[in-house]
């Protein structure tokens, strides 16, 4: 049976099954007893924020935002519309927060952001030594927002006094920023975690899909294979007893455009030796980019499954497994924010969480690889896309 002839015999309740019982509920996003209410520091003032990120990419100022909104929800910031855009240049989404934002209770410092520029391996340990010198010399910095896995990785040092809430990492444990789930192994710092999400990801396609042949891209390094869940992969391929086919695309220390090539390249590569794909996060895909993978993509007729969730169902990837938004991880971002300020120890609040778990499915790219979708699936999905969103769309 073909992985498409299999989809349409699949039934609404047994997909709604396996996805609540794949993904769960939220977790709850900290210890009760410590408040999110607002306060000002002990001396009185407000608290200051500090930024880390390993290189521009677009979910770490997405997630930055939506941290933004749930602390204005929280109400340690005056409401505001945050520009929807993405910043072009280093540092803009900050440098506007600083400049735009009301809060009696938090400052954005600046001159505290701080970036590897484009992933650059060897401008890394220096902005590593600066960030870490403020914090160990200055003093100035009550908290820092570590962003992807290079940000979080670089601020797990021993005797670091200054809380660190890391996010936008594929696997905080896999990529040795936090021991496990219930222990981030340090009392400053603190990771969200989504436990078993892309094994979870890779089950369901397999179980809706049944391929044999499962296509993957990634920067063969440690930080890719991470980004790309790769572990998390191979785990269930041999317990499925599927192949991968894989395409090495590097991104460190190249510029963007060469980065997108590769990836493209890539895909175009594995796109006629395989029975599904996996598209997998990496710093290649962006909304210009991801119009020609999907263009070879479906001129071969392969369905799509995307790690990173619904805006790439949006854009042409056949189905994914994610919120629309990232509200919701915001909020749990903002209350362990919050619940710092409030006196707790990063190392002792929850760092287990789960998205609300639905189905997005597009039915453009399902007809562009010939597939009709039954009702059963139809009724099983929470997002059903009609279009291909193309760059000039999202203006």
């Given at each position: ?145 570590a962003m992807g896995t290079w940000a979080g990785q670089d601020l797990r040092i021993e005797g670091l006094d200054v809380p660190v809430i890391v996010g936008s990492t594929s696997d905080p444990i896999g990529a040795g920023i936090i021991d496990s789930a219930e ?110 993978i999907m263009d070879v993509i479906n001129h071969n007729l392969v369905p799509t499954f995307s790690m990173l969730g619904s805006s790439e169902v949006q854009r042409g990837v056949l189905m994914s497994i994610a919120q629309a938004d990232f509200s919701f991880v ?66």
């Open positions: 049976m073909t992985g498409i002839a299999f989809l349409r015999r699949w039934p609404a309740l047994l997909v709604a099954a396996l996805l609540v019982a794949a993904l769960g509920v939220q977790v709850a996003a900290a210890d009760a007893d410590y408040p999110t209410s607002p306060r000002l520091n002990d001396d009185g003032e407000r608290w200051r924020l500090g930024y880390l990120e390993g290189g521009q990419y677009v979910d770490y100022e997405t997630i930055t935002k939506a941290t933004v909104r749930g602390l204005m929800e929280l109400g340690w910031i005056e409401p505001a519309d945050l520009p929807e855009e993405q910043g072009s240049e280093p540092g803009e989404f900050w440098r506007w927060f600083s400049d735009n934002l009301q809060s009696d209770y938090i400052e954005f410092v600046p001159d505290a952001y701080y970036t590897a520029g484009d992933f650059d391996s060897e401008e890394r340990p220096v902005t590593r030594d600066a960030i870490v010198e403020r914090l160990t010399e200055q003093g100035d910095i009550d908290l820092v927002i222990d981030s192994g340090m009392d400053h710092l603190h990771a969200r975690v989504e436990p078993e999400r892309y094994q979870l990801q890779v089950r369901l396609f397999h179980d809706i899909i049944g391929f044999q042949r499962l296509g993957i891209v990634y920067s063969d390094t440690r930080e890719g294979r991470t980004y790309g869940g790769v572990d998390a992969v191979e785990e269930v391929a041999a317990e499925r007893g599927f192949e991968i086919v894989s395409c090495n695309a590097p991104y460190s220390g190249l510029p963007q455009d060469e980065v997108e090539g590769n990836v493209i390249d890539c895909y175009s590569e594995i796109a006629d030796q395989v029975d599904a794909i996996y598209i997998t996060v990496h710093r290649g895909i962006t909304g210009q980019s991801i119009g020609p915001g909020m749990f971002h903002a209350e362990t924010i919050a619940r710092i300020f409030n006196g707790a120890l990063p190392r002792d609040l929850e760092q287990g969480w789960s998205s609300p778990p639905k189905i997005a499915l597009n039915l453009a790219a399902a007809e562009r690889i010939g597939f009709d979708p039954p009702v059963d699936l139809l009724l099983a999905s929470d997002e059903i896309y009609d279009s291909i969103q193309r760059p000039a769309d999202s203006d």
